[in-house]
């Protein structure tokens, strides 16, 4: 079970999902988050916050466009829509929501390298 509901992809989309889409969107929540565990292992050991966020967002951009198409056109007009939604896909932005940069304290730290003017 997914530490997002489909309420939370409801509020996302500032809409009520219908029957057969929150079906939709709790199966999406489960397989964002094998992708989070399969990457970062339990995610009883993430921010739970974060973890909330990835999931609805990937969710949301999937309900968005369900179909996964890349670009959209009327007459003359075309526009492209983002492809990360052909399945639901965690982009790297989120990721490092999950992954905070490594400090002192929570992992390796690097000393920069280059003059003086680094530090400041």
Same mark, same amino acid.
């Given at each position: ?40 292992? +339990?995610?009883? %050991?993430?921010?739970?916050?974060? $973890?909330?966020?990835?999931? $609805? ?11 996964? !198409? ?6 003359? !007009?075309? !526009? ?15 990721? %490092?929501?999950?992954? +905070? ?7 390796? !730290?690097?000393? +920069?390298?280059?003059?003086?003017? $680094?530090?400041?």
């Amino acid at each position: 079970m997914s530490v997002a509901s489909y309420a939370d992809v409801e509020i996302e989309l500032g809409r009520t999902l219908s029957d057969s889409e929150r079906a939709q969107v709790e199966t999406w929540l489960d397989r964002a988050e094998r992708q989070i565990v399969k990457r970062l292992g +339990p995610v009883a %050991d993430l921010d739970q916050g974060a $973890v909330l966020d990835v999931e $609805v967002m990937a969710v949301a951009a999937k309900t968005l466009n369900p179909e996964g !198409y890349e670009s959209e056109g009327v007459d003359d !007009y075309r !526009y492209k829509l983002p492809t990360e939604t052909r399945r639901v896909t965690i982009v790297d932005e989120w990721w %490092d929501l999950l992954t +905070p940069a490594p400090t002192i304290a929570n992992g390796p !730290y690097v000393v +920069p390298l280059g003059g003086a003017d $680094v530090w400041s």
